[in-house]
């Protein structure tokens, strides 16, 4: 018998630690031993049986946060942005909830055609678009291609043999004070054409000039990890004066205006979030202020979360390596993975929490930093935690929030292979993508 079934009002309160509904998938739970489950599936079993470091996702939770995006915008169009996470399961889940999907590459394009995603839900976006990709996306017949320099419409226009609905991105000089390698709302980077400039106006120009290709729309990303809803509503007035601006030049009317994505998410307790209630308010009020005073009739409005969709459904495990008291200084606790599996940490200092996952901690806590096993002095995935001070080699350690480009950035530093993804629902859990193992990596290498 253990501590919980003799005493059960510790399983909520007490001696048991809180886990934030903000960071964690709403399905996470402790068992009657005191293990840390999510989909019913407790995750010290999925450490056991896959190893680590393995990304568990639940799919209840991926499920959920589409459901969510299609309650709080019934009219408009959410384009699920796959460069967060993209396998076929995932395509497979955010088509069933009625998603389309965005890719970047000829590479993402293939899951989602292998998954039976409709090419007609498919929206081909990235500012470096190869030839071969823009043929290859034409000949499937992809729904949309978000062109972002003047070069791609000339290459559309040789590949195009039938009509292609395009949209132009456009720069709407938001800065949402960011970080700067992904403050792109503002006009002085390599996205898209400045708003208002003559630049746009060349590129509408060259696009209504071509037979077969549909201008369809403009679209806009005016950041990441945005809270704030303000910022949206100021590029709804912009890109609807844009929009404006480009049918009394041209005597053309846009339908589809794309808002791009970027909405927040908790990777820590008490980090803010996108209200999905506010920013829906924001978006219909805005829109209606700025058609009404252009005189323009309402666009379909499309959204691109991707973050927001799979991060809080994805948790790392790993397991400890050592743990080693520095006289006068930190206390570091090894893991098994690090950089390769999570490099958010070192390209934009994310921070995240961290617990054991294998037991209730009771007794006294230590504040540890978690570092990884890699030959870089960068290589920390998280600062100042609070961790059991017996914490021992062997222990599991979860690591919430991460369903988010971590299997998208991972890479195999020092040799290492890139971890499984499992996913878990309703007490199953099952291998979307196998740990990459030496074999895999050696494949390549074909030079003696």
């Known amino acids: 018998m253990t501590l919980l079934e003799i005493f059960p009002s510790l399983r909520d309160g007490g001696m048991m ?119 290859t996306a034409i000949n499937c017949g992809v729904g949309r291609i978000v062109v972002d320099s003047l070069t791609e419409i000339t290459l559309l226009s040789a590949l195009a043999n039938r009509p292609q609905r395009v949209l132009l991105r456009v720069t709407p000089d938001i800065d949402v004070h960011g970080h700067p390698a992904v403050r792109t709302g503002v006009t002085d980077q390599k996205f898209g054409f400045p708003i208002g400039g003559q630049a746009v106006l060349e590129a509408v120009d060259r696009i209504v000039r071509q037979p077969n290709l549909e201008f369809a729309g403009l679209h806009c990303h005016i950041g990441s990890q945005i809270y704030d809803t303000f910022p949206y509503g100021e590029a709804v007035r912009r890109m609807i004066a844009e929009m404006a601006r480009i049918r009394d030049e041209f005597d053309v009317t846009l339908t589809e205006l794309d808002l791009g994505g970027g909405h927040a998410v908790a990777y ?135 369903g988010a480009y971590h299997h998208s950035l991972a890479s195999s530093y020092n040799g290492v292979g890139r971890p499984p993804i499992v996913a878990v629902r309703d007490g199953d859990c099952r291998e979307l993508i196998r740990r990459e193992t030496i074999d895999d990596l050696m494949c390549r290498d074909i030079g003696h």
Request: glycine share 10%.
């Open 268 to 402: 820590r307790s008490g980090d803010a979030e996108m209200n999905l209630a506010e920013l829906a308010d924001i978006i219909e009020d805005s829109l209606d202020a700025a058609c009404a005073r252009h005189g323009f009739p309402r666009p379909h409005i499309s959204l691109e979360p991707g973050r927001a969709i799979v991060a809080r459904a994805g948790v790392t495990l790993y397991r400890v390596l050592s743990v080693k008291h520095v006289e006068n200084g930190h206390t570091y606790v090894t893991v098994d993975g690090g950089m390769s599996d999570n490099p958010r940490v070192a390209l934009y200092d994310a921070h995240y929490e961290t617990v054991v996952v294998n037991r209730h901690p009771t007794g006294p806590h230590m504040t540890a930093t978690i570092a990884g096993r890699y030959c870089e002095a960068g290589d920390i995935l998280a600062r100042d935690v609070r961790l059991p001070a017996d914490l021992r080699p062997g222990e599991v350690l979860a690591m919430p929030c991460t």
């Open 17 to 135: 630690p809180r886990l934030d509904p903000a960071i964690w998938p709403a399905d996470t739970h402790y068992d009657g031993e005191g293990r840390i489950t999510i989909g019913g599936v407790a995750l010290s079993d999925i450490a056991d049986r896959f190893g680590t470091p393995t990304y568990v996702l639940d799919e209840g939770e991926v499920r959920g946060r589409c459901q969510a995006y299609r309650k709080r915008f019934p009219d408009a169009e959410i384009i699920y942005a796959g460069k967060a996470l993209l396998t076929r399961a995932v395509a497979e889940w955010i088509t069933d909830e009625g998603l389309s999907l965005d890719v970047c590459s000829a590479g993402e394009l293939a899951v989602a055609l292998s998954s039976w995603t409709d090419p007609a839900r498919i929206v081909l976006h990235g500012n470096g678009k190869p030839f071969a990709e823009l043929e």
